[in-house]
Structure formats: C-alpha cells, structure tokens
C-alpha cells in the first residue's frame, strides 16, 4: 500500500532544514574554551522549537564544563545518526534505532539516558481521539493511521507487537513528528497514530487516549563520536548526570528538553538488545 503524503506543510519545513544552518551557541564557562562540541538530535519538533528545547541544555554543558557548546539540528532520524558518525556533530540525542543504527555504522559509544520516575525506559502507545469508539488496537482496522519518521523501524514493530500491521489500515502517512501525530488525530485526520507515551500524556486532557501499548522500551539516549576524546566525553556525562530537579534552574532545564524526565542515568549498549531482537524483522 502506498503512504499517504504528508501535509506541504511539514514537507516545506523538512526542505527549509535541507537548506538552512540553525544553531545556539552557549559561552564557555571558565574563559578561554578547551574544545568545541555540536550537539545534534534526533527531529523531534521544527527546528525552531527544538533550538528552543535545546538551549537550555547547551547552556547547562557551557556553565559545567569547559566546552563551547553549540546545537545543530537534524531534518530525520537518517541524517542525525550520519552527522554524528561523520563527525559533523560530536554528541547526540538519539532514539534507540538511530543509536542501533549509529553503532552499527561508525561505533558511536553511549553515555547516557534520561530517566522518567527514576528509570531509564519509555513506551510507545497508539492514540485515538475520545469518543471515537476505537477501544483497542484492532478497532483500527480498515482505518487512517499516522506513523512518525519514516525510517523509525521501532514504530512499525511497536505497532505490530500490539496485533496490526500497516497492511491493515485503509491509509496511513508519516507526519514526522509525535506531536504533529498527536494533533492530526485530534483534528480527525486521522483515526489512530503512534506516539511516545510522554507525548499521549500531554495530550490526554485535549482528548486523546490510549489504546495500546508496548512493554517498557530502553529510553532514548545521547551517544558520542568514538573519536570524542576521553575527558570531554567525561565532562559531559558528569554535566548530564548532574541534572535533575533538586533547584530550580535544573528543574527548568529538564521541563525546557522534555517535561517527563527527571535526571539520567550512564547507559551501556547491551541495554538495547531488546529493540535490536523487536526490529530485526523490519530490518532488509
């Protein structure tokens, strides 16, 4: 079955990406910098808003560290994991399957996951809007499904572990983004979407709700250039680790990169065994 397009909208957004160089650029600490670090992410938002997501973790790393540290944003999960693998960027937030998938290619080395209620794991959920009669993921059958990024295997086996496949929907599309997901279901658009369960929890007071859901799944992550030299790779991950809500200025911190994490955790590869074990199917 062929994917419906997605909306000009977020087509013209992808290509303005293609074309235009985004940064922020957080002033090193102590005076005179000792290395230059560019951070790049996975797309998780435009890249207006993810700047605005992203400065104040950059600002956190300049004022814990010696490093000048500046944002690079990424238009797809493809492009962020080959910038950090050909160094373009030194140190980035990944999915797990761009992370599987940068470690398989160029030997990036994981640092750390965020944490939610203390634990580093998260859920993918499929959303339908209130009302809609939908109660359980085979109630999507025959229906109009939003799926993220395209290369994002993890959403296809998520939604097959919950009983259906994309086969089984009248159409579906890739709308990049969970909230651009999140939204599009609530406008009607479509039926059911997939979606980062911290994601569905915003929008459950808008009138989204949950019908499935994956087991606990290892949390997103930052990983490094294996080239990264060893004590800037260390005052990284002790900046990171240092974050968490115990003031204020860190608590806005983390609500400014993500509202349901807490902190994080040193993360090691074996971790991510079980999203390697749920994709391999999807793999060619």
Do not use: C, W
Not at 139 to 166: W, Y
């Amino acid at each position: 079955m062929k994917p419906k397009p997605a909306y000009p909208a977020l087509v013209a957004a992808a290509l303005l990406m293609g074309v235009s160089y985004l940064a922020v650029q957080a002033a090193p600490a102590h005076g005179a910098q000792t290395s230059e670090v560019t951070m790049g992410s996975v797309a998780m938002d435009i890249p207006v808003e993810m700047i605005k997501r992203m400065s104040a973790l950059t600002n956190h790393l300049a004022l814990r560290t010696d490093l000048n540290i500046r944002f690079r944003p990424s238009p797809n999960l493809g492009s962020a994991v080959d910038d950090l693998g050909t160094g373009q960027t030194q140190i980035a937030y990944l999915t797990p399957v761009a992370y599987i998938e940068a470690r398989r290619k160029y030997g990036v080395v994981p640092l750390v996951a965020p944490t939610t209620g203390g634990r580093p794991h998260f859920a993918l959920v499929i959303g339908v809007k209130a009302g809609s009669g939908i109660t359980s993921p085979a109630g999507l059958r025959g229906k109009r499904f939003a799926f993220g990024d395209e290369k994002a295997l993890l959403q296809r086996a998520a939604v097959e572990s919950m009983g259906l496949k994309s086969s089984d929907f009248s159409t579906f599309a890739y709308l990049k983004h969970y909230d651009n997901i999140a939204k599009a279901v609530l406008a009607g658009d479509f039926d059911g979407g997939i979606l980062k369960d911290s994601i569905a929890d915003e929008f459950k007071s808008k009138g989204l709700v949950e019908v499935g859901s994956t087991a606990p799944l290892p949390s997103y992550l930052f990983a490094v250039h294996p080239d990264m030299p060893v004590a800037v790779r260390n005052q990284l991950r002790d900046a990171l680790l240092a974050l968490n809500k115990t003031t204020p200025e860190r608590a806005a911190t983390l609500e400014a990169f993500d509202k349901a994490y807490d902190g994080f955790v040193v993360v090691d590869d074996l971790a991510y065994d079980s999203v390697r074990k749920l994709i391999q199917p999807f793999q060619k």
